[in-house]
């Protein structure tokens, strides 16, 4: 959402990394904390997203507002995610498939394919008797599923995520 509006934010604007702490509808009050439990200044955007900063995305979500990134994910392909906060985390009840949806949708440059089991059901002589063609739709510009992208691959590079290449086969 925020890379959607160039105007206000790109990979480089910077984000302070502070605390926060919202009143919930309930009454109960949510505090974020970063997983390291501290607190690094204003950071970039895009490393605030490689690192899992937590504090400096709840605060650009919460500047995009709640509806907005909510329906972002449901354009991904994930349906009924709760208008919380805490989305803005991923912290959303999503199965692997659903997971996966959004990663694919992501990938696809912001088209949404729905993903399907089956492609075809042939009969016992291999011919073709009912296809399940794609549906591929646009859900998300373009230009900010790129710079998302390119955000992605810093968490590989240099964030939480540069374990993996340790791991994985060149």
Excluded: C
């Amino acid at each position: 959402a925020a890379l959607a509006e160039p105007s206000r934010y790109n990979l480089y604007s910077l984000i302070a990394d502070e605390p926060i702490e919202l009143k919930m509808p309930n009454g109960s009050r949510w505090a974020p904390k970063n997983y390291d439990h501290k607190l690094h200044g204003a950071v970039p955007l895009y490393t605030a997203l490689a690192k899992s900063y937590n504090l400096p995305t709840v605060k650009v979500g919460l500047d995009m507002g709640v509806d907005r990134v909510h329906d972002l994910i449901e354009a991904a392909g994930l349906q009924g995610p709760p208008r919380l906060p805490s989305m803005f985390l991923g912290a959303i009840n999503a199965s692997p498939l659903d997971v996966a949806q959004i990663y694919s949708t992501l990938a696809a440059s912001g088209y949404l394919t729905p993903l399907l089991a089956i492609r075809e059901v042939m009969t016992k002589d291999g011919q073709p008797l009912s296809r399940y063609s794609f549906q591929l739709k646009q859900t998300l510009p373009e230009g900010p599923v790129y710079l998302t992208n390119w955000a992605m691959q810093k968490v590989i590079e240099f964030g939480t995520g540069r374990w993996a290449v340790s791991v994985l086969p060149a």
